[in-house]
């Protein structure tokens, strides 16, 4: 737990510095330091934005620590992004493009945000069709039959 929270902290401090992971080793618990106001609350006393920003940072975190061992390549993110402020959305943002240009994750995001929407070059777009079905649009988006 120790280890995870060092390596999510390095993300966190990449998305948002003002927060910081605390460890509790004997209860195998963490704690959210907010460094604005010198405060430390238990993760099950925070927002929605925070919260979103504390499970990006341990994935991502989980992902550089599992690295060691097995590769990770890809990594999901489903949604979450309606719950930031325009501030921190954009922070979420920077941080994917970061690991886009570290080039060692590939980040999938699925997403009904349109600011986040805009910023991703590459999209696989799901057309209703009608009747419960659906069809893929998008790059490397092909037909099988």
Same mark, same amino acid.
């Given at each position: 737990?120790?280890?995870?929270?060092?390596?999510?902290? +390095? &993300?966190?401090?990449?998305?948002?510095?003002?927060?910081? #992971?605390?460890?509790?080793?004997?209860? #195998? *618990?963490?704690?959210? /330091?907010? +460094?604005?106001?010198?405060?430390? !609350?238990?993760?099950?006393?925070? =927002?929605?934005?925070?919260?979103?920003?504390?499970?990006?940072?341990?994935?991502?975190?989980? =992902? =550089?620590? $599992? =690295?060691?061992? /097995? !590769?990770?390549?890809?990594?999901? #993110?489903?949604?979450?992004?309606?719950?930031?402020?325009? &501030?921190?959305?954009?922070? *979420?943002?920077?941080?994917? $493009?970061?690991?886009?240009?570290?080039?060692? +994750?590939?980040?999938?995001?699925?997403?009904? /945000?349109? $600011?986040? +929407?805009?910023?991703?070059?590459? &999209?696989? $777009?799901?057309?209703?069709?009608?009747?419960?079905?659906?069809?893929?649009?998008?790059?490397?988006?092909?037909?099988?039959?």
């Amino acid at each position: 737990l120790g280890i995870l929270t060092a390596e999510a902290n +390095k &993300r966190l401090k990449n998305l948002n510095p003002r927060y910081a #992971l605390k460890c509790d080793s004997e209860r #195998l *618990a963490l704690s959210l /330091v907010d +460094k604005d106001f010198d405060e430390v !609350r238990p993760t099950s006393n925070i =927002s929605g934005g925070e919260s979103f920003q504390v499970s990006l940072a341990l994935a991502l975190g989980l =992902s =550089s620590m $599992a =690295s060691n061992r /097995v !590769r990770i390549d890809t990594l999901f #993110l489903d949604e979450g992004f309606g719950t930031l402020d325009s &501030r921190t959305l954009q922070m *979420a943002i920077q941080t994917l $493009a970061n690991l886009r240009e570290e080039g060692d +994750k590939l980040v999938g995001v699925i997403t009904h /945000v349109e $600011a986040l +929407k805009e910023e991703i070059e590459v &999209r696989i $777009a799901v057309m209703p069709c009608g009747n419960g079905y659906s069809s893929l649009q998008g790059p490397g988006v092909r037909m099988i039959s």
